[in-house]
């Protein structure tokens, strides 16, 4: 009766051992912004395709990023990833003949923002677990946010939500001779219909004790749609470098 008792126990116990395994970062994202972006009204029928520097007058920004992965040891059944990336920007700018929505050949002094929120969910599987790692799988994204462009008498918006799927790889080298420093790849990517969406980042991971450490490494977004918003188009890219503390349990 024993044996029967503590042999379930024991596999339970082992399974949340392998449960509780996983990975947790937060970071800053230090992102300068490049491209273009416009907004047409259906009855205007015209806009302004502005640069994201020299007419908005944005520059670098810094946001949050965070990161965490649960990983199991049952077959055929994916790990997970969850993450979240804001970027958000804001400027002022003399603009001439500036169209957007509502404001149309606006000559004058204009202030605008963007906000943007990444909530990613990544089922993927580990392909190779050791020195060398690697994974692949599949990201669900949920893209929402904003642009606002305000002038001292008018002001338009456009907000803008959608699901994107994309393709997920990560590559982690760690060296052989030590546990404590490791390389890694990561990516996110997609091109359909209206829209190209990717974003990657190269990363150099120093970890002290108890799985606790550092990273940093460079982060590129892009996003390429004409499909977010009706008479939304954008051509944008926020790159830079982050750093993060991570707990790899």
Same mark, same amino acid.
């Given at each position: ?41 259906? !009855? &205007?029928?015209?806009?302004? @395709?502005? +640069?994201?520097?020299? /007419?908005?007058?944005?520059?670098? *920004? #810094? ?74 799988? !599949? &990201?669900?994204?949920?893209? @929402?946010? +904003?642009?606002?462009? /305000?002038?001292?008498?008018?002001? *338009? #918006? ?92």
């Amino acid at each position: 009766m024993t044996k029967y008792i503590l042999l379930p126990l024991l596999s339970l116990h082992l399974l949340y051992a392998d449960f509780s395994g996983g990975e947790v970062s937060l970071g800053v994202f230090s992102h300068a912004p490049s491209g273009q972006a416009s907004y047409t009204l259906p !009855l &205007t029928g015209t806009a302004t @395709s502005a +640069d994201l520097e020299d /007419t908005l007058g944005w520059s670098n *920004a #810094q946001d949050l990023v965070f990161k965490a992965y649960i990983e199991h040891p049952l077959p055929f059944i994916p790990n997970v990833k969850l993450g979240y990336t804001q970027l958000s920007h804001d400027g002022t700018q003399n603009v001439t003949l500036f169209s957007w929505g509502d404001i149309i050949d606006f000559t004058g002094t204009l202030e605008s923002a963007l906000s943007i929120n990444m909530t990613d969910i990544t089922f993927y599987y580990e392909l190779l677990d050791n020195w060398v790692e690697i994974d692949a799988g !599949l &990201t669900a994204r949920y893209l @929402s946010g +904003d642009i606002d462009s /305000t002038t001292p008498v008018q002001r *338009a #918006q456009v907000n803008f939500s959608s699901w994107v799927p994309m393709f997920y790889a990560k590559t982690r080298f760690n060296f052989p001779t030590t546990d404590d420093i490791s390389l890694q790849a990561e990516l996110n990517a997609i091109s359909y219909s209206d829209i190209t969406l990717y974003d990657y980042e190269i990363s150099a991971r120093y970890t002290f004790m108890m799985g606790l450490g550092l990273e940093a490494g460079y982060k590129v977004i892009h996003i390429d749609s004409d499909d977010l918003n009706s008479g939304l188009k954008s051509d944008m890219d926020f790159k830079g470098f982050y750093g993060a503390i991570v707990w790899d349990f």
